[in-house]
């Protein structure tokens, strides 16, 4: 208990330094408040967008779009990758067909082949929503791969001398023991995806946060950017916590003996 109030305290203490520096350097002008924005100005220009809109479309509508390409991209990646991980890790056959194209694809940055895309499905949410899904499959279905195949034979062999069967083995005994990892590869999916969305948004849309942070670059208004930062930061901070919250409820026995 008292570890876990330090903690607090010092991540406190971390955002609050962060914040005075930041009021301090530009109270003091170290450096032009074209380059970096004071925290009032910032602000300010929260408060106005917020009330406003950006370019007559409200902030929450730019919020909306991002997060709609984003949850419809990550729920595919999760419904194709896990089933696919899971098979592959379970059979080498599937393995042989399936791990190649992924570790070609892995190392490869997203937007590398978004202009291919862009060239076969356009420039509407079709295009963002395809490229979301392939940039966060790879981290699920390794993650996925991995998980099966470090599945305790004894867990296996218990529940095939009490007289499972192959299903219910899958279904009772390796999917459980898997689900661990499967959530870490979703969280570092859905952070993939989250920076893929921005980086695609700014290559090719008209709405959407990073759409925002990019046109707002263009006039020189870091205020705006720096709102649009601290928006992703937020939303990406909370995004992670849901996944976090369902983690929690699927896999309770997680830190327990």
């Given at each position: 208990?008292?570890?876990?109030?330090?903690?607090?305290?010092?991540?406190?203490?971390?955002?609050?330094?962060?914040?005075?520096?930041?009021?301090?350097?530009?109270?003091?002008?170290?450096?032009?408040?074209?380059?970096?924005?004071?925290?009032?100005?910032?602000?300010?220009?929260?408060?106005?967008?917020?009330?406003?809109?950006?370019?007559?479309?409200?902030?929450?509508?730019?919020?909306?779009?991002?997060?709609?390409?984003?949850?419809?991209?990550?729920?595919?990646?999760?419904?194709?990758?896990?089933?696919?991980?899971?098979?592959?890790?379970?059979?080498?056959?599937?393995?042989?067909?399936?791990?190649?194209?992924?570790?070609?694809?892995?190392?490869?940055?997203?937007?590398?082949?978004?202009?291919?895309?862009?060239?076969?499905?356009?420039?509407?949410?079709?295009?963002?929503?395809?490229?979301?899904?392939?940039?966060?499959?790879?981290?699920?279905?390794?993650?996925?791969?991995?998980?099966?195949?470090?599945?305790?034979?004894?867990?296996?062999?218990?529940?095939?001398?009490?007289?499972?069967?192959?299903?219910?083995?899958f279904f009772y005994v390796s999917f459980p023991s898997c689900l661990p990892e499967i959530f870490i590869g979703i969280r570092t999916a859905l952070g993939v995806a989250y920076t893929t969305l921005v980086a695609?948004?700014?290559?090719?849309?008209?709405?959407?946060?990073?759409?925002?942070?990019?046109?707002?670059?263009?006039?020189?208004?870091?205020?705006?950017?720096?709102?649009?930062?601290?928006?992703?930061?937020?939303?990406?901070?909370l995004l992670d916590w849901a996944v976090r919250l369902v983690e929690q409820k699927v896999v309770f026995w997680?830190?327990?003996?």
């Open positions: 208990m008292r570890k876990t109030i330090t903690n607090k305290i010092l991540t406190a203490v971390t955002i609050a330094a962060i914040f005075i520096l930041w009021y301090a350097v530009t109270k003091l002008e170290l450096v032009s408040s074209v380059m970096i924005p004071s925290p009032k100005k910032v602000f300010d220009t929260s408060v106005l967008i917020w009330n406003e809109g950006y370019k007559e479309v409200s902030i929450l509508k730019h919020l909306f779009d991002s997060l709609e390409r984003l949850v419809i991209a990550f729920f595919i990646a999760v419904a194709t990758a896990v089933p696919l991980g899971l098979a592959s890790g379970y059979s080498s056959k599937i393995a042989a067909v399936f791990e190649p194209v992924v570790e070609f694809l892995r190392p490869l940055p997203p937007l590398a082949y978004y202009t291919l895309i862009v060239l076969w499905m356009g420039i509407d949410n079709s295009s963002k929503i395809a490229l979301l899904a392939l940039a966060a499959f790879a981290p699920i279905f390794i993650s996925c791969v991995g998980a099966m195949q470090t599945v305790k034979k004894d867990y296996i062999n218990h529940a095939m001398m009490l007289g499972a069967s192959k299903w219910q083995i695609a948004e700014m290559v090719a849309a008209v709405s959407g946060i990073g759409w925002l942070v990019l046109d707002a670059s263009r006039f020189l208004r870091s205020d705006i950017i720096f709102m649009g930062i601290f928006l992703m930061g937020i939303t990406g901070i997680k830190g327990r003996d």
